[in-house]
T-cell receptor, first 111, second 114 residues
């Protein structure tokens, strides 16, 4: 069965640079979620999209933005990167249910 | 508002012993509850979920959990631990609306000793 795809899997950036993370949800899933997991921490909700519209927003910095495109893939754009942005970024998708399927994550390292 | 509390950030058991990971939730609406497992440097894998119906839920790898509304608990158990069970376990809650975010607990690291 198709799973959630995230790219890249690993990303190394320097402070003040920009990063773009991509998420391809399971086909026909209409909701995409982004979570951030810092080292040794639990995943924290950033933002979600339902049918290409932002549906909820969590503790996402103003330096971050995201969108969902017509093909339902989503991108998380991160600007003016800080050391504290180093984390594992997960994308999840769902279809009309509360069950979310997670991708393998993108590990972002800011140096 | 919803929240999850996982009691014990670290749990150690011997191989073959009972595993019990505790999770208590707080929710102003009927909750959906989940347990996820995360192996080192990997993503989140769904172990089991409670949505409606039977309160005893069986999941993968021999794990099960029981939803107890009166105790606002959703503890995870496994009768006999295996070395491969060593991982981080997260309890999570969301609402029944279907598009709500997951609220995670702080996680419990399970160690299994031979």
């Amino acid at each position: 069965a198709a799973g959630v795809i995230q790219s890249p899997r690993h990303l190394i950036k320097e402070k003040r640079e920009t990063a773009t993370l991509k998420c391809y949800p399971i086909p026909r899933h209409d909701t995409v979620y982004w979570y951030q997991q810092g080292p040794g921490q639990d995943p924290q909700f950033l933002i979600s999209f339902y049918e290409k519209m932002q549906s909820d927003k969590g503790s996402i910095p103003d330096r971050f933005s995201a969108q969902q495109f017509s093909d339902y893939h989503s991108e998380l754009n991160m600007s003016s990167l800080e050391l504290g942005d180093s984390a594992l970024y997960f994308c999840a998708s769902s279809l009309d249910t509360a069950e979310q399927y997670f991708g393998p994550g993108t590990r972002l390292t800011v140096t | 508002a919803q929240s999850v509390t996982q009691l014990g950030s670290h749990v150690s058991v011997s191989e073959g012993a009972l595993v019990l990971l505790r999770c208590n939730y707080s929710s102003s609406v009927p909750p959906y509850l989940f347990w996820y497992v995360q192996y080192p440097n990997q993503g989140l894998q769904l172990l089991l979920k409670y949505t409606t119906g039977a309160t005893l839920v069986k999941g993968i790898n021999g794990f099960e959990a029981e939803f107890k509304k009166s105790e606002t608990s959703f503890h995870l158990t496994k009768p006999s631990a295996h070395m491969s069970d060593a991982a981080e376990y997260f309890c999570a809650v969301t609402s029944k609306r279907g598009t709500d975010k997951l609220i995670f607990g702080t996680g419990t690291r399970l160690q299994v000793f031979p």
